[in-house]
Structures are given as structure tokens and as C-alpha cells.
């Protein structure tokens, strides 16, 4: 009886302190994503949703996110505001995005699930569950 209560008490332990490591990690990686994306312009390298590829809908788009929170989409001389944050869901690092609904651009407002990056580029995903398939996002950056 003593060696389960024991076996259990360690299976136990052993879970918490992965658990406390994965999390830290997470945090780490959106802690570098978000120092990488509030640095100069970004443009739209790819968009597939549900396996349809859009990136043309986002050409000569140029994206800067300001440490404040906000997003501004500028392509000629039009600009468009929305907001950004990041955050750790779920044990994962995700960039949020919002536009108004009323802009061709609500299609990037999603929670996107932080798959890679680089020093000039992001990688994103997202799964809605009842949408039927997975979101792909990569931005570039421009300067």
C-alpha cells in the first residue's frame, strides 16, 4: 500500500513540474514574438483559409504593431486601426488580432495559435472548431 501511495505521490510531482516548466516556456516564446512584431512593417507572405489561399486579398498591405495594443493596416493612402494582443492559452503562445467587421480584414481577427518564428517572420495557425478546417497566417517583415 505504501509503494502506490508513494508511486502516486511522484507520478504527481512529476506532472506538476512539467506542467510549471511547459507553461514558462510558452511565456518565453511570446515574450520574444511580442519584442520581434512591435519592430518595424509587416506584410501578409501568406493566407489560407481552409485550404483556400487569399494572399492576394492582403498585396500591398503594410502592418505595424504598436506596443499600445493597437494594429494599423496601411495600403496607399488608406489606414485602417484595429487591435492586437498576445497571450499564453492553453499553454500556448497566441497573437490575437481584431478589425472592424465592416473591413475586408476581419478575416485576419482570430486567435492565432503562434506556430514559429524567425527574425523576419511569423508563423500562425488557427482551428475554429464548427468552421471545418485550419487557418494559415505568415507574416514577413518589410523593414
Do not use: C
Amino acid at each position: 500500500m505504501k509503494t502506490n501511495a508513494r508511486s502516486i505521490i511522484a507520478i504527481s510531482a512529476l506532472a506538476i513540474a512539467y506542467l510549471a516548466w511547459k507553461k514558462p516556456a510558452a511565456e518565453v516564446e511570446l515574450r520574444a514574438v511580442k519584442s520581434l512584431v512591435t519592430k518595424g512593417k509587416w506584410k501578409v507572405n501568406l493566407y489560407r483559409d481552409n485550404g483556400v489561399d487569399e494572399t492576394n486579398n492582403y498585396t500591398g498591405y503594410e502592418f505595424q504593431f504598436k506596443p499600445n495594443g493597437t494594429v494599423i493596416a496601411s495600403k496607399d493612402e488608406s489606414l485602417l486601426s484595429g487591435t492586437w494582443k498576445s497571450a499564453v492559452d492553453g499553454r500556448k503562445p497566441k497573437l490575437y488580432m481584431e478589425f472592424a467587421s465592416s473591413s475586408h480584414l476581419d478575416e485576419l481577427s482570430e486567435d492565432w495559435q503562434i506556430t514559429g518564428h524567425e527574425s523576419d517572420s511569423l508563423e500562425l495557425e488557427d482551428t475554429t472548431p464548427g468552421k471545418g478546417g485550419v487557418d494559415y497566417l505568415n507574416l514577413q517583415k518589410i523593414s
